[in-house]
């Protein structure tokens, strides 16, 4: 009887998936009425919530997620791609992306303290550990006086992080940002991550052009850099805590500073003899194979190596 009182342990923790994913995606359709100009978030939301439910242990289908029937049927009418591609594309993102880019579409970029606040609020209102991030980044460029916002991954397990991963580096990160994240990707899906001996990518963020600070979403306190962020930007830090890379929130904040402000990547740009055309193009190679190994063993089957893209 042990194993089965376990088995059921577990499925009432992952029950935190299914009441997660339509809280957010509720949210965020309420937030869209308001919000013009953010349909292209609820789209790709719904396509991440919706791959990432059928990865997942035990599998969640989008019936799963919105019983209501009124509902569904609202999204077949408004939103049908994510229900024809999260079996056969896959998201650039994970889903909290979307959270924040829609709290920072209503709120302006400048507004870093009710930004946060909201993130805090939301997040407030979730279970922790199911499509919910727990830091947020906002890395702002002292000349141009801009901020740019990231938060770390929101998926759950170690095959989901590295599918996202993966996913983000090839198809929506900065090539910077990819670059330095592919450099420490595993070579073996069933290896850690670490530093590539044929590729470096890894970047020095011009301390006196930007700052970049990362806080823990539920209480709201700064958190100076992992390792592993030190290791890929060049930021300083005492912290030996070395997470997945591309996991963290400093990723996607200095992917998005690096997009708009050129002065700036100019100065990041890589250093290392070894980050050639042709050594990048062999480390995207061997992370799109590792990725591919990573689906087979969720049983995904990614037709036409096609990343999804979200409709306005």
Known sequence: MES????????????????????IITQMLAWSNTTPGSKHLV???????????????????PKDIVTDDNMMNMLKGQYPRPLQYYVSQLPKRSPFSCVLDMIVLQEGKSQIDKIKERVHEFADRLKPGFLVSTTMCVTTCKTSNSNYYGVSMS?????????????????????????????????KAS?????????????????????????NIKNQTNMEPCRSCGNLFGLPTKDTK???YGHCAEVGSVSNLLKAEKAVKEAAAPTSPTYTAENREKAEASVRMVLKQVLKMVDFKWVGDVFYEPQN
């Open 155 to 187: 998926t759950t397990g170690p095959n989901a992080g590295k599918i996202v991963i993966a996913a983000s580096s090839l198809s929506t990160w900065e090539e910077y940002v990819a670059g330095a994240v592919m450099t420490y990707y595993p070579e």
């Open 43 to 61: 789209d790709e939301i719904l396509h991440s919530i919706f791959f990432l439910g059928g990865i997942n242990k035990p599998k969640y289908e």
């Open 4 to 23: 089965l009182t376990a088995r059921e342990k577990f499925l009432l923790v992952q029950e935190g998936f299914r009441e997660n994913a339509l809280k």
């Open 191 to 215: 290896e850690k991550y670490k530093k590539k001996e044929y590729f470096d990518g890894t970047i020095k963020l011009p301390l006196d052009k930007v700052t970049c600070q990362a806080s």
């Open 242 to 244: 070395e997470w997945p």
